[in-house]
């Protein structure tokens, strides 16, 4: 067995072999020789024999690979055999020592072997089996003559002790230099040499009757032995090709990886099995770079080791494209065939593929890391983008504390545009690139720093400190100083200069505050307030502004609140009507019913008209608003019509409803929808609308008037020109606001007002309508004043649409007779 020593254990070992090995020579030729009739030849002719029989039966041997390793096959049991005869026993080791000494000599000179400890390793090994083989056939044969039975059966026994020991030794050392299972070892290699054992020892016994009976018959072995040597190489070699696609088809099936390295050293490896190779190498080129990978067989740590076989190299493409080169050094001098270069051949083919499949996978892989880094990067600075600061942000928020006072700084280039004209767009983009770095190395552990537009940055701060007031919970309005304290910092050290295409400048910026409570709002939310902030900042041409949410009409609350609103007209219990009678303050009969709007919200409650008509107002949701509020308010009146109670129903117009051209319209659906006259509607609309738009409103309001619907002026005494509007525009009602029926009592002036709307609505012949009445002392003032009608708390309540019927019904029945009403002034 060959095999590189370099381990320290197979070292030891093979001390131990040739130590033992020389002491048999020395003791052997120490022992007598005696004269036998098993010997038919002369002493030192015998041992001659010996000789050159132990170095035939090497020479003609066979080589069969173990992994990176070689296992001898050689003709030495018959050698003992004859040499038992032949020789002396005592020379019998040295004469195989000598004999295997010379011909391995002879083989590292023809072949190429130049591993000394190697050459020495094999013939102490087998001097030893030699050794043991004389041993226990002189011990079993004795005395025996060359034809008795007894002699072939120890030969036998001591061909099988040679076996024996040259097997174990065999084993032992491949255990101890490949570090494999002795059992996968030893089965391998008893299956390649006992089947040739047990031939040497039927071949040797032969030679041994032919020398005893017709040595001429000695003349038979040569051919005999060419068609036996030529059967067991084409058996050692079939085994070999199965066992190595057998190992070829695993190791191709584990070449399929996601990555190169991977695919190359489960290359390597595969290799290294297939072939039994000491070493193999794999040079790679794909995506214009060489990269080379290595890999040495077991216990071939010494690269100069690995390399001492013949190498094969193979070319590797796929589809013509040059994919690299597999180089590969096998396990033995001279033994590659044409069997070893195919499959070579063909395990390059597939680790080509392999290799071409894994760099397409990981071009596949870096386009999508370069898209998924695009989808949350700027690709100019490497910050976050204004999507990612968004996805990224609200987990940040979600994390804190509700109660967590947190802060959002946009940062806003100043006059950006101009640093473009100048500089051009490649200058534009290094002075974004420089702003980016210095707010990268001035954000802190934490922070979110993002670039959210073409020359803003976002800056999120998860943690503000107010410094008089640390270690206590702060107000928003606490932390708001420690905030702008920062953005002045930032705006410090941005003004620091920078050069820019050769060219020195200064970078000013503009910078929107916002604080919060991190359980409030999201982040996009508050980079749209710090939006608004900037906004603010440059309009009053500050450097640091801050957001102002009086001034912010389109919070998410409200965008909310209309999405929730369409949901809203989908359900028939969440818009509804409250209504309140209007009556007569003598008698208290019902003159007419104000409809007021609730929203029941599922989730925030009831909501009064001022928490969600400003934003109906400002959205394309106002039409289907008002058609809903018709459809309510002219169902509920055809209810009481239905039980005999003939009173209008009062519906407040919106601003932007009177300056609609389409509005009379919408109205003459409705009351079509509900058959219901139109002298039983009642619009009422502020003096602040009735004086904008004029034009708009006048028409408006005049084909309004064609159709018989009834006009109020609400809220009157509180407009500019309160006068002038009941005089401009025929109305049917005045409505006297509820402010100066509060006051009328013990205020003058507000006592002049109210008669002053009572006397004019008498001399337009209108209705007159004070609003607000609570107590009985308003009630009796209203009279003494001539006011005809009211509504109020001290009547009635508003009320839900299913209630209003019964209450009017109670109100009809209650009110005496109807009685000449006297004015003040007739009574005085």
Not at 36 to 42: G, H, M, T
Not at 107 to 122: C, P
Not at 472 to 488: I, K, N, V
Not at 601 to 621: I, T
Request: aromatic share 4%; proline share 5%; with cysteine.
């Amino acid at each position: 067995m060959t095999a590189p020593v370099r381990a320290a254990p197979v070292r030891l070992l093979t001390a131990a072999v040739v130590l033992a090995a020389l002491t048999t020579v020395v003791l052997g030729a120490l022992q007598p020789i005696e004269h036998s009739a098993v010997r038919p030849l002369a002493t030192l002719d015998g041992i001659s024999v010996a000789v050159v029989l132990a170095a035939i039966a090497q020479l003609a041997g066979l080589r069969f690979r173990l992994g990176p390793d070689a296992v001898s096959v050689s003709w030495a049991e018959a050698a003992v055999v004859v040499g038992f005869v032949v020789a002396p026993p005592g020379w019998l080791p040295g004469a195989t020592l000598v004999g295997a000494g010379v011909a391995w000599l002879l083989l590292a000179w023809f072949t190429g072997i130049r591993n000394v400890a190697e050459i020495v390793h094999l013939v102490a090994s087998m001097t030893l089996g030699a050794a043991g083989a004389a041993l226990v056939t002189t011990l079993l044969a004795g005395d025996a003559p060359i034809q008795s039975a007894r002699l072939p059966l120890a030969l036998v026994a001591g061909a099988a002790v040679y076996l024996l020991i040259t097997f174990g030794l065999v084993v032992l050392t491949l255990v101890l230099h490949r570090d494999a299972e002795p059992a996968q070892i030893a089965a391998r290699v008893l299956y390649a040499k006992l089947p040739m054992s047990v031939g040497n020892v039927l071949v040797g016994l032969c030679a041994v009757f032919a020398l005893s009976r017709q040595p001429l018959w000695l003349l038979a072995f040569g051919p005999a032995l060419w068609l036996l040597h030529r059967t067991y190489r084409f058996h050692l070699r079939a085994a070999e090709e199965r066992r190595m696609w057998e190992a070829f088809a695993t190791a191709t099936a584990r070449l399929p990886g996601t990555s190169e390295a991977e695919v190359a050293h489960a290359g390597l490896r595969g290799a290294l099995d297939v072939f039994g190779a000491r070493r193999a190498e794999l040079e790679v080129r794909l995506e214009g770079g060489h990269r080379r990978y290595a890999q040495d067989g077991p216990g071939l740590e010494d690269t100069l080791a690995a390399r001492s076989g013949p190498a094969i190299t193979r070319s590797m493409a796929v589809a013509g494209r040059p994919v690299g080169e597999l180089t590969v050094w096998l396990g033995e001098p001279n033994l590659p065939v044409p069997q070893d270069e195919a499959a070579i051949t063909a395990y390059g083919e597939a680790l080509a593929g392999a290799l071409h499949d894994a760099a397409a996978h990981q071009r596949i892989e870096e386009l999508d890391t370069r898209a998924a880094w695009y989808r949350i990067r700027d690709p100019l600075t490497g910050l976050l983008n204004r999507g990612a600061f968004g996805t990224e942000g609200d987990p940040l928020l979600d994390s804190l504390e509700r109660d967590r006072q947190v802060a959002v700084l946009l940062l806003d280039v100043v006059d950006f545009r101009e640093v473009n004209s100048t500089l051009g767009h490649r200058g534009g983009d290094e002075v974004l690139r420089l702003v980016g770095r210095r707010l990268t190395d001035l954000s802190r552990v934490g922070e979110l720093l993002a670039r959210t537009g073409d020359d803003e940055f976002a800056l999120l701060l998860p943690t503000i400190t107010a410094v008089a007031d640390a270690g206590r919970p702060q107000s928003s309005a606490g932390q708001l100083p420690a905030a702008l304290r920062r953005a002045r910092e930032l705006v410090e050290q941005l003004r620091l200069p920078m050069e820019v295409a050769g060219v020195r400048l200064a970078v000013e910026v503009t910078v929107g505050v916002v604080v919060a409570r991190a359980g409030q709002v999201e982040a996009g939310e508050l980079l749209r307030r710090a939006s608004l902030a900037v906004g603010k900042a440059k309009e009053l041409g500050l450097t640091v502004g801050t957001y102002d949410s009086g001034q912010d009409a389109s919070s998410t609350d409200q965008l909310a609140l209309l999405a929730e609103l369409q949901d809203a007209f989908a359900a028939d219990d969440q818009i509804v009507l409250h209504l309140q009678p209007a009556v007569d303050l003598v008698t208290a009969a019902p003159t007419g019913v104000e409809a007021l709007v609730r929203w029941r919200h599922p989730r925030r409650g009831q909501l009064s008209p001022g928490d969600f008509l400003p934003a109906v107002e400002r959205s394309e949701l106002l039409i289907p608003f008002t058609r809903r509020v018709l459809d309510l308010a002219l169902s509920s009146a055809a209810d009481w019509a239905a039980s005999g109670i003939d009173v209008p129903v009062s519906v407040n117009v919106s601003a932007r409803s009177l300056t609609d051209p389409t509005f009379p319209v919408q109205v003459a659906e409705a009351l079509r929808r509900h058959r219901t006259p139109a002298s039983r509607l009642v619009l009422e609309i502020t003096e602040s609308v009735a004086v904008s738009e004029q034009e708009i409103v006048d028409e408006v309001l005049a084909r309004l008037r064609a159709l018989d619907v009834q006009i109020s002026l609400d809220d009157f005494g509180t407009g500019f020109s309160s006068l002038s509007s009941v005089t401009r525009m025929p109305f049917d009602e005045i409505k006297i606001d509820r402010s100066f029926v509060d006051e009328m009592i013990d205020s003058a002036a507000a006592g002049a007002v109210v008669r002053g709307a009572v006397e004019l609505g008498a001399r337009l012949g209108v209705r007159v309508v004070a609003e607000g009445i609570e107590t009985v002392e308003q009630r009796a003032a209203l009279i003494a004043l001539g006011c005809p009608t009211a509504q109020g708390y001290h009547f009635c309540k508003p009320m839900p649409a299913d209630k209003i019927v019964q209450a009017l019904s109670q109100l009809a029945e209650a009110a005496p007779a109807p009685v000449t009403r006297l004015r003040a002034d007739d009574a005085s």
